[in-house]
């Protein structure tokens, strides 16, 4: 079972910045994707950003120029760089990571806990 921890949400003015940090952790696993997605407040769960494990990044529209996902693959951890945040961008943030459990050698797809993100106007 592959768990993760994320850390780094908080408060925020509007316009300032925050870095979000998820690693993953468990006994015997690789890596595919990482990613973060984000769940305000009575709407739907969205992707944010991801990185694929050849470094390959998406981001949706509304943080692109503004966030940077990034990873340290000997940590097992992966950053989100957010500037210039907004209102907006208030809400929780998980984290995503999937790839091979190799104690089954099966597909996994675990989330983290969530952090809260607030920006304030």
């Known amino acids: 079972q592959v768990q993760l921890v994320e850390s780094g949400g908080g408060l925020v003015q509007a316009g300032g910045s925050l870095r979000l940090s998820c690693v993953a952790s468990?006994?015997?696993?690789?890596?595919?994707?990482m990613g973060w997605y984000r769940q305000a407040p009575g709407k739907q769960r969205e992707l944010v950003a991801d990185?694929?494990?050849?470094?390959?990044?998406k981001y949706a529209d509304s943080v692109k120029g503004r966030f940077t996902i990034s990873k340290n693959n000997a940590k097992n951890t992966v950053y989100l760089q957010m500037n210039s945040v907004k209102p907006e961008d208030t809400a929780v943030y998980y984290c995503?990571?999937?790839?091979?459990?190799?104690?089954?050698?099966?597909?996994?797809?675990?989330w983290g806990q969530g952090t809260q993100v607030t920006v304030s106007s």
């Open positions: 995503n990571v999937d790839g091979i459990d190799y104690n089954d050698y099966k597909g996994y797809s675990s």
């Open positions: 468990g006994s015997s696993f690789s890596i595919n994707t």
């Open positions: 990185i694929s494990s050849s470094g390959n990044t």
